[in-house]
């Protein structure tokens, strides 16, 4: 059985967007897809004293042609710095903040990559080790990809040599099961629903925020956490 997940690059995602790269042997970059504004690929919540605040990479943008995420550049080069000293801010007196202060403060240190896919690669790269999550990254760069949305997916499912084909619950809008099936592969839903709580600064509680958050809240804790979502078929 060979599992593989194929999704567009987020900026330092919740613990669902882990908890699926743990779930498979192959994880697919998709940024050969359009970069989408006020989206998940240059941006992400944190928790502050006065609420919820999105804290977001600015990138230059073409307007209404077409741009790949992977084409998508940085606009403005200090953004690390800010980023950090706004996490610094809101975390501080979290309990496991000045345990993991040196790694993450290093990873946005280091996070001067020219382009949003590189940046976003940077973070989910050493994350998942910091989480031991051992799952094999690729870029849908290195594939020849068919036309057609669920195409695409299943053309690199099979290159990839994939028995199961595990995928967010908002693709089943659109993707086209029955081409999977055909293949012989299965495919597989991720089912967001069933994480726990966890002791959280300034309530109410708020799943829908990034990994950082779990990660200064609960320390050691945040790998087991983090995989404990379901799916199915």
Known sequence: MKKVAILQSNYIPWKGYFDLI????DFVLFDDMQYTRRDWRNRNKIKTANGLLWLTIPVDVKG???Q???DTRISDPGWNQTHWKTICHA??????FSQ???FIGQ??????FPTLSEINFHFLKALCK??????SFHWSMDFQLAAGKSERLLGICKDLGATHYLSGPAAKDYLDTSIFAAAGIAVEWMDYSHYPEYPQLHPPFEHGVSILDVIFNVGERTSSLVKTGNHHE
């Open 22 to 25: 743990h779930r498979v042997d």
């Open 64 to 66: 209404k042609y077409f």
């Open 68 to 70: 790949a995420i992977k």
């Open 91 to 96: 975390y501080s007196r979290a309990p496991f």
């Open 100 to 102: 993991y202060k040196d």
């Open 107 to 112: 990873l946005y240190a280091e996070a001067t």
């Open 130 to 135: 910091l989480l031991d999550i051992q799952t």
